[in-house]
Structures are given as C-alpha cells and as structure tokens.
C-alpha cells in the first residue's frame, strides 16, 4: 500500500458492527422515485457544492490525514471539486500520485484541478452494468488498480451498491482503504427509496452493510460532524448546532465518512 501522512486523525471512529448473517435487501429498497436515464438528469452541469463550507473544510482536513501521498487514487462520482487538501494536490503535480475520477458530466470533471488530463477522468454511469469504475480505461486497454477509494455524498444514488462495492473491492490493492462520505443533502427524487425513510444513523449502516456484504474488512463510522474547541460535538445528527453561540450559525451541515480496508 502507498504512504500516508503521518499525522494522527482527529476524528473519531467506531467499528461498524454487522445485523445480518446475509444480504437483507431486495431490489425494491432501490429503487428510485425518478428512475429516468441518469444521463439526462446530470447532463447539466453544476457548479455547486452539495455540502456547506465548514463540512468541505473538515472533509479536507480528513483527507489530509488518511489519503495517501503516492501510487493511485479514485474519486468515485465526482465533480468539478473533490476537496483534496493541497499536499494532495501538490503529490500530483510532483507526478508521485495520479487521481482518477468517475462521474456524469463531462464539464464538471474538465474542471477539476485535481486530474491530471483528460486520460485520468472518464464519464461513466455507475447505475448502468458492469458496475465498474475501471471498465472506461479498460474498454481502452488500461489496467488500474487503486490505493485508495473516495466517495462524496453520492453512495445514497447507486441502485446497484453491492455491485459497485465489489468492484471496487477488486480494483484496490492490498490494504488500500474507501471512504465514502456521507450527509444529508440529496436530490430525493433520485436517491434509492431506502435511503429516504431511514434516520441518519441508519444509513450510516446501511452504507456498512454495503461494505462488509462485498468483502471489504474492518469497517468503520468516522464522525467528521462539527465540534467545539473541547472536541465535542456541537449539533445533533441533522445539523442543527446545540450551542448557544454568536459565532454559529443555526445549522452546519453533519458529515461521516464510512471506510473499510481490503484485507492483506
């Protein structure tokens, strides 16, 4: 597996514990209010982020300490922003890291600093067979493997997880990680129907089950939500902020990450 930083994360973790001896799921679970063609629902380009702005800070600051400094990465659905801290950034440009990218619109990703050209981004319809964040590059003859996975806000859309999951599982290397961060912002009409009746703690599990069901090991719940300089938390589950203060505001946007390891 490639180096990472040195530094310790701040952020707590708490293994995942399974529920189920099996698969609990069946098709209906994701299926999706708008089921037309995700192709034409993304064909329009955002220029947006989908978290606020103190979630996209400790989001980099997490990255920061966990993603690694060499060898390859992938950011699964990506946009015209992966929110990679500058050591990242600055990994690439020395060429001792490539950054690949997978999502749905073309001019987001044309964007993105992080990518190194064209040859390491390619529009791909996760929700569409094989399932496979590899199968652009190797349609084209190019073998990928990955020393760590990411994943923003975007697992709550795939109808086929398990799929995608074992995929992944496949395309990283021995003791390489995924880290698929969640919130609670959505477009509702395009989530799986699952994700829109569970609370948040519950799809956190949901998105563990995911994991450990396609193979991946020592799952574990990081809580990037906010805290105060004590370290503690200062919102509930759903954002809104528990302290009394003049220099919060009402709601900062909560953020996990979910992340396992591919077993040595």
């Not at 799921?25 to 606020?52: C, G, K, M």
């Not at 073998?143 to 995929?167: G, K």
């Not at 370290?231 to 203060?245: A, C, E, K, P, Q």
Request: charged residues 25%; negative net charge.
């Amino acid at each position: 597996m490639a180096s990472t930083s040195s530094n310790d994360t701040p952020f707590p973790a708490t293994p995942y514990k399974p529920k189920y001896a099996t698969w609990p799921y069946n098709p209906t679970d994701f299926q999706r209010s708008d089921e037309t063609d995700d192709d034409i629902f993304y064909h329009q380009a955002r220029l947006v982020t989908h978290i606020d702005d103190p979630a996209i800070t400790r989001l980099t600051a997490y990255y920061d300490t966990i993603l690694p400094r060499t060898g390859k990465i992938i950011d699964m659905c990506t946009s015209w922003k992966s929110f990679y801290p500058p050591s990242i950034h600055e990994a690439v440009q020395k060429k001792d890291l490539e950054v690949y990218g997978v999502g749905l619109n073309a001019k987001e990703m044309s964007l993105n600093s992080v990518f190194q050209d064209e040859e390491h981004w390619r529009v791909v319809d996760l929700n569409k067979a094989p399932h496979d964040v590899r199968d652009a590059w190797e349609r084209e003859g190019k073998e990928l493997a990955f020393d760590a996975v990411t994943c923003v806000v975007s697992i709550d859309y795939l109808i086929e997880p398990l799929a995608v999951c074992r995929n992944l599982l496949d395309a990283t290397k021995e003791g390489g990680r995924v880290h698929l961060v969640i919130s609670n912002r959505c477009f509702s009409d395009k989530v799986v129907g699952r994700w829109m009746v569970l609370s948040e703690r519950a799809r956190l599990e949901l998105v563990g089950d995911y994991l450990h069901f396609a193979g991946w090991s020592d799952v574990e719940i990081v809580d990037l939500c906010a805290r105060g300089e004590d370290g503690r938390r200062i919102t509930d589950d759903h954002g809104t902020v528990l302290v009394d203060s003049p220099r919060l505001p009402g709601h900062l946007d909560p953020l996990w990450v979910v992340r396992a390891t591919k077993a040595t």
